[in-house]
C-alpha cells in the first residue's frame, strides 16, 4: 500500500477501578424434578445387571488394593455438571469418582461392593441417587481398548517413534484417589521397570555440555537446574504421590513389554510421541532493509523455531539460548523467515497493512527440519522452555511457529498443549501459536493452548487488507469449546531474502510483534490483558472457525479507542456463589431521542487455573464464566428494576447441555459478544452494568467444595460508542467516571506509521 502518514496517538483505553457489587446466588441441584421416570425403571434393571456381571468377573481384571476401575457412560440428555453421578457413586457405597471420560466418568470401586452396589441400585429411595440412576447409561470395566483410545494395538505400536532401544510414548498412570491403591499402583510399575518400560535419558541430559561461560549465567542456573531433576520414572512417581496422576514419557522395548503395561491397568492413557515440525518450509538469504540504529528498547519476542543464522539480525537479538536442537538438524531456515517477520515483517511486506512495530528476538534453536530423525521429547522440550522463561523475564511474548504433525484431539486437550498453558501462567508470558497447515483436518497441537492466542492463516485483497481464509491453514475449533484459532492473519507474505512463503507460522509472526507491542504499552499489562486487547479488536463480528475473531487491528491499535468509542478495561476476582455487577453511567453520545442507539463490544478472558484438568478429557476446564452488558427496562413482580442483556445472551432453557457445548462454546474461557443497536433500543434509567458469573463443576477432582474453589482472575474489555468522531463518547464516560478511570498505556506521546514505508 501507499505510505501512509503518521498519526499521533488516539485516546489511549482507561482502566477502570470500581469495585463490582457482588449478590448472592443459590444455585440449582438435584430434585425430584431431576428424574428421568420414562427410563428410570429400566435402568434399575440394565444398571444392576452390569454391577452383579462385573462382581462375577472382578478377580479377572487388574485390581489395587482390592480396588478396580469402571467406565460408566451418561445419556446424551445428561452431560450438565448438576446430573455428575456422585450421591450414587460415593464412599458410602465404596465408590468414588476418578474423573470425567469420554462421555462418562471413571470409577474406583471396591471389588467386593460391586454386588452390594447392584442392590443399592435396584432398591434406593434417595431421589439424588434415583437421579443418578436414570441418568447414567451404562457401566463396565475400563479395559485396555479404552487406554489405547480405540486404536488398533499394531497401529499403535507402529505409530511410535523408534529410539534404538525401543519406542518412545506419552504415558498417563491411572489416577487413583486413595493413596492406599496409588501406593499400590506406584508399586507395579516398579516392578515394571528396565525390562517393560524404560526411562528416557535425564532432562536435559543431552544439553549439559552446551552449559557453559558463553551462556547468560541466570539462564545457565535455570538450565542446570532443571538438568538436575534426575530420572523420568522417578519423577513420575513423586509427581503421582503429590497430585495423583503423573504423565511420562516412556521407553517400550517391545510389543510383547506394550501389551504387559496396557494388561496392568496402571495406564490410563497412552499416545506416540509425534514428531514436532516447523509450520512451513521455506529458504531464504540475507535482508536487504536497514534496522533501526538502536533496538535496546524495543519489546523482545522469544522465537521457539530453527534458531537464527542471519547475520544481518545480530542486532537484533537480545539474546540467545544454548541450542536445544544441534545446527545438523535445525529448521534453520525456516528460524530466519520467522525472525525477520517477528524483527521488521512491516518492512518485507509494505504491500499490506501492518504497523510498523519493529521488535528484538530471543532466539531459541529447538525446531528441527523436516525429514531429521532425531525426536524431540515433549517433557525434554518443556524442562528447557521452562528454564529459559525463568530466566529470560523481560520477555513477555513468545513465538511458536510450530507444530504437532497430527490434529488435535477432540476429546481432551493435547499434552504439550497443556504443559505451555502451565508454563505461559507460571511465568506470566503469553506464547502466539500457529494452527498447522494442509494436510490434516484440524487444527494440530499445540494449537489447542488455553493461555495462547493461536494463529490461522488469511488473505489479502488488492488494497493489502484481509480478506479471505487461506488455502493451506486449517481450521477449529478446539477441544473443550475453545474458541480456536483466537486471530488469523496474513499467510502469504515476502520473507527474509524476497521470497515468497505461505502458511500459518508466518500469520503468527505478524502477531507476535502486535502483543508484544501492546504487551509493552500497558500498565501492569497482563498476558489475558493483551490476548482480550487483540480479540476485541479484531476485525470480525463473531467467532469463525477458520479465522477465529479476525486479525488484530492496526489502526487503531489495541491499545488505543476507536473514534466515536471509548474503550475500558479492568480485572477481577470471581468466584462461584455470587454475581458480580459494574455500574456505568449511559454517556449523553448513547441517549438518541429516548433511546439507546450506537454499538458495543463485550470481550472477556477467565484464568481457570488452578481449576483445569489434563486428565478430564472435553470437561478440561472446571470453571466457566457467564458475562454480558446490561440496561434498565421495567420492573420484576417484586418491584426491582429489571435489566436486559445489551450485549450476551445464552438461551438456557432452549439448549441442551451438549448443545450449549457445541453453540455457545459454553465452557470456553474466552467470552465475546459484539453487536450494533443503532436503530436504537428503549431504555429506562440513567446506568448501564456489566454482569458476570462464575459457575464450577467436576469439583472432586481437587478435593474441595464450591465454597473452596479460589478467587479466579477475570480480564474485561468494553467498548461502546456511536463511531461518530463527532460524538464525545470518550470524555463524557471520563468525567462521569471521575477517579474510578485512568490511562491504562505506559506512554500518550507515540507516534505510529501505520502502513509501513
Request: with cysteine; glycine share 8%; charged share 20%.
Amino acid at each position: 500500500m501507499a505510505d501512509s502518514p503518521r498519526r499521533p496517538l488516539l485516546n489511549p483505553v482507561l482502566r477502570f477501578t470500581q469495585d463490582p457489587k457482588p449478590k448472592s446466588v443459590t444455585g440449582g441441584g438435584k430434585s425430584a424434578v431431576s428424574i428421568n421416570r420414562d427410563r428410570l425403571d429400566e435402568q434399575r434393571k440394565a444398571l444392576g445387571h452390569a454391577f452383579r456381571t462385573m462382581a462375577e468377573y472382578a478377580d479377572d481384571q487388574p485390581s489395587f488394593s482390592g480396588q478396580v476401575v469402571v467406565h460408566v457412560t451418561m445419556f446424551e440428555d445428561s452431560f450438565a455438571p448438576s446430573y455428575t453421578p456422585n450421591d450414587l457413586f460415593h464412599p458410602i457405597h465404596g465408590a468414588r469418582l476418578i474423573t470425567p471420560h469420554r462421555t462418562g466418568y471413571l470409577l474406583q470401586i471396591k471389588a467386593d461392593q460391586l454386588a452390594s452396589i447392584a442392590e443399592q441400585i435396584e432398591s434406593t429411595k434417595h431421589v439424588k441417587e434415583l437421579v443418578d440412576i436414570s441418568r447414567v447409561q451404562g457401566a463396565e470395566f475400563f479395559t485396555e481398548a479404552n487406554a489405547r483410545g480405540g486404536r488398533d494395538f499394531n497401529t499403535l505400536w507402529d505409530a511410535a517413534p523408534d529410539t534404538g532401544s525401543g519406542r518412545a510414548f506419552i504415558t498417563w498412570l491411572m489416577p487413583l484417589r486413595d493413596r492406599e491403591s496409588g501406593e499400590h499402583l506406584i508399586q507395579k510399575v516398579a516392578a515394571l521397570r528396565d525390562k517393560v518400560i524404560l526411562s528416557p535419558p535425564p532432562l536435559l541430559d543431552e544439553g549439559r555440555a552446551a552449559l557453559d561461560s558463553s551462556v547468560p549465567a541466570v539462564m545457565r542456573r535455570s538450565l542446570q537446574a532443571a538438568a538436575g531433576e534426575g530420572d523420568r520414572i522417578d519423577l513420575a512417581m513423586r509427581d503421582y504421590r503429590q497430585q495423583g496422576y503423573a504423565r511420562a514419557t516412556l521407553i517400550i522395548p517391545s510389543q510383547a513389554a506394550l501389551g504387559q503395561l496396557l494388561a496392568s491397568g496402571t495406564v490410563f492413557r497412552i499416545d506416540p510421541v509425534s514428531p514436532i515440525t516447523s509450520a512451513a518450509p521455506g529458504h531464504g538469504t540475507e535482508p536487504n532493509r536497514p534496522l533501526p540504529a538502536n533496538m535496546s528498547g524495543l519489546p523482545i519476542v522469544g522465537v521457539v523455531d530453527g534458531g537464527l543464522t542471519a547475520n544481518s539480525y545480530k542486532s537484533a537479538e537480545a539474546w540467545r539460548a544454548p541450542a536445544f536442537v544441534s545446527d545438523a538438524h535445525a529448521d534453520t531456515k525456516h528460524g530466519n523467515q520467522i525472525t525477520s517477520l517477528v524483527v521488521q515483517g512491516h518492512d518485507w511486506n509494505n504491500n499490506l497493512t501492518l504497523p510498523s512495530l519493529y521488535c528484538q528476538v530471543g532466539t531459541v534453536q529447538a525446531v528441527p527440519k523436516h525429514g531429521s530423525s532425531i525426536i524431540i521429547d515433549p517433557q525434554n522440550l518443556i524442562a528447557y522452555l521452562d528454564g529459559l522463561m525463568g530466566a529470560a523475564t523481560n520477555t513477555r511474548v513468545w513465538n511458536f511457529s510450530l507444530n504437532i504433525k497430527a490434529d488435535c484431539p477432540l476429546d481432551g486437550v493435547n499434552s504439550l498443549s497443556h504443559d505451555i498453558a502451565m508454563l505461559a501462567r507460571k511465568h506470566k508470558v503469553l506464547p502466539i501459536i500457529s494452527i498447522g497447515n494442509k494436510p490434516g483436518a484440524h487444527l494440530q497441537p499445540p494449537a489447542d493452548c488455553e493461555a495462547a492466542i493461536t494463529v490461522g492463516g488469511r488473505q489479502h485483497d488488492n488494497d493489502g487488507n484481509p480478506a479471505g481464509e487461506c488455502s493451506v491453514s486449517l481450521s477449529g475449533p478446539g477441544p473443550s469449546c475453545m474458541l480456536k484459532p483466537d486471530l488469523s492473519h496474513f499467510s502469504k507474505v515476502r520473507v527474509i531474502g524476497g521470497s515468497i512463503a505461505q502458511g500459518t507460522s508466518f500469520s503468527t509472526a505478524l502477531t507476535s510483534p502486535v502483543a508484544a507491542h501492546t504487551m509493552a504499552r500497558l500498565r501492569d499489562a497482563s498476558p489475558d490483558l493483551v490476548k482480550a486487547l487483540l480479540l476485541h479488536n479484531a476485525d470480525r463480528d463473531a467467532f469463525d472457525t477458520k479465522l477465529g475473531f479476525g486479525t488484530p487491528a492496526i489502526d487503531p491499535l489495541p491499545w488505543e479507542c476507536q473514534p466515536g468509542f471509548v474503550t475500558l478495561q479492568w480485572t477481577a476476582q470471581l468466584r462461584p456463589g455470587a454475581a458480580f455487577y459494574w455500574e456505568l453511567p449511559i454517556p449523553p453520545s448513547l441517549r438518541k431521542t429516548g433511546r439507546l442507539k450506537g454499538a458495543g463490544a463485550l470481550t472477556a478472558i477467565l484464568n481457570p487455573h488452578p481449576m483445569i484438568s489434563e486428565i478430564a478429557g472435553m470437561n478440561y476446564f472446571s470453571a466457566r464464566l457467564e458475562t454480558a452488558l446490561q440496561f434498565e427496562r421495567g420492573t420484576t413482580p417484586s418491584g426491582d428494576a429489571k435489566f436486559h442483556n445489551l450485549l450476551g445472551a445464552l438461551e438456557k432453557d432452549r439448549l441442551t447441555e451438549q448443545q450449549a457445548r457445541e453453540l455457545d462454546h459454553k465452557w470456553s474461557p474466552v467470552r465475546h459478544h459484539k453487536k450494533s443497536f443503532a436503530r436504537g433500543i428503549q431504555f429506562d434509567g440513567e446506568n448501564l452494568r456489566v454482569y458476570a458469573r462464575l459457575y464450577s463443576r467436576d469439583l472432586y477432582l481437587y478435593d474441595m467444595s464450591s465454597a473452596e474453589v479460589p478467587p479466579l482472575e477475570t480480564v474485561f474489555v468494553l467498548s461502546i460508542g456511536t463511531g461518530d468522531e463527532g460524538d464525545d463518547i470518550y470524555n463524557e464516560l471520563r468525567d462521569e467516571l471521575g477517579t474510578f478511570v485512568d490511562a491504562a498505556v505506559i506512554e500518550t506521546e507515540i507516534d505510529i506509521d501505520v502502513g509501513g514505508t
